[in-house]
């Protein structure tokens, strides 16, 4: 059965079509896609994250279940609010999912994970939680919504109660804190987000979530939609789980060596996380294939699954989009790896030329160098 966010009327009510994601009932746009995405590009949009799945760890050995279950190094974590992207392996390196972790308490930690991962997940933490004597616990009374653009920040301001309105002005990049919005409702208010742009992501109590949103609203932000948060999310570099990565795919093969840390702080030695072993053999014997940005300049859409033809071999287009910013099609490819010339994709029959670039594709609403 098609589950539903505590917004699903609220969206209804405002005419947006809708898919089923992950399992989820979700909006996938309002009207526009196009406009939407400009909306965030541009001044402030809003999105329901609530099919997203929020999980407090908790207990005296979190820290150190968290260095065996993250690849990357939650020790970076020293201050509580401080949250950290990085990727869940199994044995073979493959990526179960990729989350963010938020520091709270030395005995209390936040993951959030997502919608289409939940079930595996959740199964995977708490079998590897038990050894550890750590409490899992997921927070379905939680609803998230995600604002974001260059006017983003200040509209949530404007909603915080005026004592802790300073203090969340201050959070610097993927920092979290707890404050207070309309009517004193409890919102957990982080710095981070899905889009390239600034904003933050809001948890929120249920219960309050429809009154938040119609908050947003009328202090003028945008609702958008799946659609808009694809391309957006694409334009600005981000991996989509289940495009881009998989369990069948390594980090190294992902574009996501930045987010595993092999290096010892010398305190753990050899930090043991899960996949460890598989990505050391695979980084010494050569990793096969690489993800790399790349562009279509002839008109065409780059999409999901096209063959891309290379002199080594095929490789596929993961995610491509026809870039409302750009006005052209981006995506990403998995190719053989250093093969960054002579590209071509395959669209119906015909094979068109496609140029490596370094990603992300737009940065501060603008076309990054070379693309």
Request: glycine share 12%.
């Amino acid at each position: 059965m098609t589950r539903q966010t505590i917004l699903n009327a609220t969206h209804r009510a405002a005419g947006a079509k809708m898919v089923d994601f992950g399992g989820w009932d979700m909006p996938l746009n309002y009207g526009s896609q196009i406009e939407e995405h400009h909306a965030v590009r541009r001044d402030a949009g809003m999105f329901d994250v609530s099919h997203m799945t929020v999980v407090d760890l908790r207990g005296a050995r979190c820290r150190e279940f968290l260095r065996h279950l993250l690849a990357n190094d939650i020790d970076k974590l020293k201050k509580p609010g401080k949250a950290l992207y990085g990727c869940m392996l199994n044995e073979r390196g493959g990526v179960i999912d990729d989350l963010i972790t938020y520091f709270l308490a030395e005995d209390w930690f936040r993951v959030v994970v997502n919608a289409a991962t939940r079930d595996k997940d959740l199964a995977w933490i708490e079998k590897q939680a038990s050894a550890f004597g750590v409490k899992v616990t997921e927070r379905p009374e939680l609803a998230m919504i995600a604002v974001q653009g260059p006017h983003a920040r200040a509209k949530v301001l404007a909603l915080l109660d005026a004592g802790d309105r300073e203090r969340v002005e201050k959070l610097g990049k993927f920092v979290a804190a707890e404050a207070h919005g309309p009517d004193g409702m409890p919102l957990f208010v982080a710095r981070t987000g899905y889009t390239g742009e600034d904003g933050f992501e809001i948890i929120v109590p249920e219960a309050h979530a429809v009154a938040l949103w119609n908050a947003l609203a009328a202090a003028g932000v945008h609702p958008a939609g799946l659609g808009a948060r694809d391309t957006l999310r694409l334009e600005a570099g981000m991996n989509l789980y289940g495009q881009d990565m998989t369990e069948d795919v390594t980090p190294w093969e992902a574009g996501l060596a930045w987010t595993v840390s092999l290096e010892s702080d010398g305190q753990f030695p050899g930090r043991d996380f899960i996949g460890r072993a598989a990505l050391e053999k695979q980084k010494q014997d050569g990793v096969p294939r690489e993800l790399i940005g790349v562009v279509l300049d002839d008109k065409g859409v780059l999409r999901h699954g096209q063959r891309v033809v290379t002199g080594k071999g095929d490789g596929e287009i993961l995610s491509g989009i026809f870039s409302p910013t750009l006005g052209k099609a981006i995506g990403f490819a998995r190719v053989p790896a250093g093969v960054h010339d002579g590209l071509k994709v395959d669209i119906r029959g015909r094979e068109l030329p496609l140029r490596m670039v370094k990603y992300p594709f737009v940065r501060d609403g603008k076309a990054c160098e070379g693309v």
